[in-house]
């Protein structure tokens, strides 16, 4: 157990939907990550939080969005869901941005 | 651009086997190279290498980076089937902190 946790584990949907994404990291870690993880693509880094602010982004697209909240806690919101937007979705926490990063188990999202 | 690039992308080999697994990156404000192993759920870490040519070691597990020809291996001796997994390896830099993933090598070990 990585002490991260990410809520809810599965989660099925329509297309044209929007979800909710919930992610609580490590005691004491400042930074969140988000990544989405599907067959094709592998493992694509979204977004990064540190301390409420984004500090980098990645391959996130504009219907994606995401925020940390004082907290420390953070929320992934998809919208407009297509159906290639399913995926494995993890979130990782560190204590700093070179430092290791503990993944939560996952939340997987399945948009029909 | 953010590249790293895994190989073999698949291996299958038996118990006791030593394997190789290699890992090469392009050098854009290189920070650090990361290793972990996935079975069916999350990513588990392995190691962090800021250094070249210091080796890190875990149980039967090593690895070490090289950042003048940008690569990086893991080794893992006596395999067992319970290292059957896929691994990858990220490369954390870039000005924005950016971790970027290789597509991973799958290892079966087969008993």
């Known amino acids: 157990d990585s002490g991260v946790t990410q809520t809810p584990k599965h989660l099925i949907t329509a297309t044209g939907q929007r979800v909710t994404l919930r992610c609580s990291p490590r005691?004491?870690?400042?930074?969140v990550y988000w990544y989405q993880q599907s067959l094709d693509q592998g493992l694509q880094f979204l977004i990064q939080?540190?301390?409420?602010?984004?500090?980098a982004k990645g391959n996130i697209l504009e219907r994606f969005s995401a925020q940390q909240f004082p907290d420390l806690h953070s929320e992934l919101n998809l919208s407009s869901l297509e159906l290639g937007d399913s995926a494995l979705y993890f979130c990782?926490?560190?204590?700093?941005?070179?430092?290791?990063?503990?993944f939560g188990p996952g939340t997987r999202l399945t948009v029909l | 651009e953010d590249k790293v690039v895994q190989s073999p992308l698949s291996l299958v080999v038996h118990e006791g086997d030593t394997v190789t697994l290699n890992c090469s990156y392009e050098?854009?404000?290189?920070?650090?190279l990361l290793w972990y192993k996935q079975e069916k759920k999350a990513p588990t870490f392995l190691f962090m290498l800021?250094?070249?040519?210091i080796e890190k070691k875990s149980g039967r597990l090593s690895s070490i980076l090289d950042k003048k020809e940008l690569f990086s291996i893991l080794n893992i001796t006596a395999t067992q089937t319970g290292d059957s997994a896929v691994y990858l390896c990220a490369r954390y830099g870039g000005s924005n902190y950016k971790l970027t993933f290789g597509k991973g090598t799958l290892l079966t070990v087969n008993p």
């Open positions: 050098v854009t404000n290189f920070r650090s």
């Open positions: 800021t250094s070249s040519g």
């Open positions: 990782a926490s560190s204590g700093g941005s070179l430092d290791e990063q503990f």
């Open positions: 939080y540190y301390n409420g602010e984004e500090r």
């Open positions: 005691s004491g870690d400042l930074s």
